[in-house]
């Protein structure tokens, strides 16, 4: 990995850049499909594009860390962060209150640290914290 020498602190990697001058966006299309886990299968070149740009920004920027609030696209490239010795957060998304998300199920297995924002979420995620609204 090599480093940038420029001082930015945050890369995005999603389907909609951040409005900031320091964060550098790569795009990330969706990786399923939300009403068909058939129609899912067909979102592969998604999947594609993710893990060659996820593959730009270990080659380009020194990560330390990486941080989540859940959607579906996020479950690849933090394993493979996570795979490679980079931290990671995952925060279940507050929209969440009394039942888990698909995203929130495989990261409350792979992330280091694993945030509800919902006290009641803590009975279905035993290894999560507590963090209240973030």
Partial sequence: MTSSSSSLL????????LKSGEVAHYFAPSTR???SW???FFLLP???VTFLN???ILYKYEVTGAISTGPGLCVTPMLIMKLIGIKTLYIESFCRIYSRSISGIIMSRIADRFLVQSEELLSLYPKAEYSGRL
């Fill in 54 to 56: 996820l593959l730009r």
């Fill in 10 to 17: 945050y890369v995005s990697l999603g389907s909609s850049p």
């Fill in 33 to 35: 499909h939300k009403y």
């Fill in 38 to 40: 058939i129609k899912t």
């Fill in 46 to 48: 998604g999947i594609i």
